[in-house]
């Protein structure tokens, strides 16, 4: 059973910083790209970074290129997010997905999702 669970949400001012984590249970965890989403309240969810199989490739939403960093341990199988300079604007729930295809930058390639973390970034 694939499970991934994110973990290092939580609350924090903004200009702040969080690292988000992602602990998968999948055997084949370097053939899978990766992506970060996220929802904030009364939205929809949207993509925010992801990552290749083996890293060597990242992309981001504009909304958060230069601040987010995406990055991925194939040997502990785990995918980190790291967060810089937080807006307001970020204040949503992050979930960690897994997308068989090269790409993980839209909800239809997504395999898997995890259960998600709150983000909540004040003023």
């Known amino acids: 059973q694939v499970q991934l669970v994110e973990s290092g949400g939580g609350l924090v001012q903004a200009g702040g910083s969080l690292r988000l984590s992602c602990s998968a249970s999948?055997?084949?965890?370097?053939?899978?790209?990766m992506g970060w989403f996220r929802q904030a309240p009364g939205k929809e969810r949207e993509f925010v970074a992801d990552?290749?199989?083996?890293?060597?490739?990242?992309d981001y939403a504009d909304s958060v290129k230069g601040r987010f960093t995406i990055s991925r341990d194939n040997d502990k199988s785990t995918l980190t997010l790291q967060m810089n300079s937080l807006k307001p604007e970020d204040t949503a729930v992050y979930y960690c997905?897994?997308?068989?295809?090269?790409?993980?930058?839209?909800?239809?390639?997504?395999?898997?999702w995890g259960q998600g973390t709150l983000v909540t970034v004040s003023s």
């Open positions: 997905a897994a997308c068989r295809g090269v790409y993980c930058d839209d909800e239809k390639s997504v395999a898997f």
């Open positions: 999948i055997r084949t965890f370097g053939s899978y790209a």
């Open positions: 990552i290749s199989w083996i890293g060597s490739r990242t």
